[in-house]
């Protein structure tokens, strides 16, 4: 997968996981047969069955269920046995963040806490432009696929929509594919 195509996906999943779908990235979603059929058949079927309104209805109630109110995609959250989300160069994504010169202002985001997914898939973002393949093989390694993987897992079966818990499959089968391609590349040119 070339890095376009990459960009794009962290890109997506940067806006997916940040908050809820509203009604123009709604349309720009149901527009994009290849997309809605790459996360998965289920979810393809639903949206060209389903209207704007009751998809965007559904799809809201099921985001804030799986991602505000039962459970939260931070890695500190996750990872932490005591439940808490660490801020500031205490929480080691910050400090990853930090080594990298990523400038990241909390004040300017939606999100409060450095390592939300939805931050953590924009700094990939970040990496990718960069062309960073040995930094991005050791953030997926040490921080993204570490804590992602097995939160989308363990939320999945509560997901009431086939979009999310189809999301869930893709993000976790993208996060694997591209750490191996990375760790594989990586092998090559050490060798």
């Avoid at 799809?59 to 459970?71: K, P, T």
């Avoid at 696929?145 to 363990?154: D, E």
Wanted: aromatic fraction near 12%; include cysteine.
């Amino acid at each position: 997968m070339d890095d376009k195509t990459r960009l794009y996906i962290y890109a997506f999943l940067s806006r997916l996981f940040t908050e809820e779908l509203d009604e123009k990235a709604l349309r720009d979603l149901k527009e994009n047969e290849g997309l809605l059929a790459a996360i998965g058949e289920e979810t393809a079927r639903w949206f060209a069955s389903t209207d704007t309104e009751r998809l965007k209805e559904a799809l809201n109630v099921d985001y804030n269920s799986l991602f505000v109110i039962h459970n939260h995609p931070i890695e500190s959250a996750v990872m932490d046995s005591k439940n808490e989300i660490l801020v500031g160069l205490q929480n080691p994504v910050m400090q990853f963040y930090f080594s990298h010169g990523y400038e990241l202002n909390l004040e300017s985001s939606k999100l409060y806490v450095p390592d939300h997914a939805g931050i953590e898939f924009g700094f990939m973002q970040s990496l990718i432009s960069q062309k960073d393949e040995v930094s991005q093989a050791e953030f997926l390694h040490r921080h993204l696929a570490a804590w992602i993987i097995p939160f989308l897992i363990a939320v999945k079966p509560m997901a009431q929509t086939p979009f999310y818990r189809d999301i869930c499959d893709f993000t976790v089968e993208f996060l694997l594919s591209d750490y191996s391609t990375l760790k594989a590349s990586l092998e090559k040119i050490d060798a």
